[in-house]
Every structure is written in structure tokens, then in C-alpha cells.
């Protein structure tokens, strides 16, 4: 082998070489970039959390005011809180949808499980604002069952 071929083996092994780190590099990229957009992710998840957990404590102590009759039954606040709950439902699809995406290639995304439950737990509680304002009213007015005694009537009846 004389040298200019000799010199031309060692350039075309540099280059490979340099062409192969460059391809590991670019495959580690890309990895990191899964991983930050994974990330990404769970900070939007928590801020939806963060917003969650405000809605129904602050919907609870309404709700407990209510019932102590310490608050007056107000449809637009009720409304208000459903509308809430029902638009921060809206982007939840497409959350899960990338929590799956990332849970498919074996990331761990953070809070996901607390997230799916929160959407449950919003999603069993679709209430009619105006059915549940008329009970309201029909209690207070002599009208109706208090909660507690229909209850028991229900356990009775199952019961026999």
C-alpha cells in the first residue's frame, strides 16, 4: 500500500468516525428533546392540578356555606364553578393522549395518576344547576327530603 493510499484510509476512517459521533449526538438529542418535551408536559399537568385543587376547594366552601345557610343558593356561582370545572376539562383529552404517548415509550410522566383522577372525578359529577337549585329551595321551603332521611328510606326499601 503506498502512502497516498495509505492517507487516504486514515481520512476516510477520521471521517467516519466524526460521521459516526456525529450521528450518536443527534440521536442523543433527540432523546433529550422527548425527555424535556416530556417534561413540558408535567409542568403543564401541574399547573392544571394547581387549578383544580383551587376550584374545588373554593367550591367546597361554598358549598359547605350553603348548606349551613350561612350562603345564600346561588345558581350563578353554581354555574359558575361548573363552567369552570367543564373548561378545564377541555384540554384534558389531549393530555392524556400525550401521557400515553410518553407512558407507550416508557417514560414515567409525573402526577399522571393524579391528573387521570382529578378528570374522573370531574367527569362523574355533571349536575343540572337548576334541579339541584329547586331542591335546594323546596328543603328550605318544608318542600322535600333532607339528604339524610331520603337515605335511609333508600336503605330501608333495599333492605326488604
Known amino acids: 500500500m503506498n502512502m497516498a493510499n495509505g492517507g487516504l484510509l486514515r481520512y476516510f476512517k477520521e471521517h467516519l468516525h ?5 450521528a450518536m449526538q443527534e440521536e442523543w438529542k433527540s432523546e433529550h428533546e422527548t425527555a424535556m418535551r416530556c417534561r413540558d408536559l408535567e409542568e403543564f399537568i401541574g399547573i392544571g392540578l394547581s387549578l383544580f385543587k383551587l376550584m374545588k376547594e373554593r367550591s367546597h366552601t361554598v358549598q359547605d356555606a350553603m348548606a349551613r345557610g350561612s350562603m345564600a343558593c346561588n345558581a350563578e356561582v353554581t354555574q359558575a364553578f361548573l363552567e ?3 373548561e378545564w376539562l377541555k384540554p384534558c383529552a389531549a393530555v392524556e393522549s400525550a ?5 407507550s415509550r416508557n ?3 409525573e402526577k399522571a395518576e393524579e391528573f387521570r383522577s382529578a378528570v374522573r372525578d370531574i367527569s362523574l359529577h355533571e349536575f343540572d344547576v337548576d334541579s339541584m337549585i329547586r331542591a335546594e329551595r323546596d328543603i328550605h321551603e318544608g318542600r322535600g327530603k333532607p339528604l339524610a332521611e331520603a337515605i335511609g328510606e333508600l336503605q330501608r326499601h333495599c333492605q326488604s
Not at 18 to 22: D, P, S
Not at 99 to 103: G, M, V
Open 107 to 109: 417514560y414515567q410522566v
Open 18 to 22: 466524526l460521521y459516526q459521533q456525529q
Open 84 to 86: 369552570g370545572y367543564r
Open 99 to 103: 401521557i400515553r404517548w410518553f407512558e
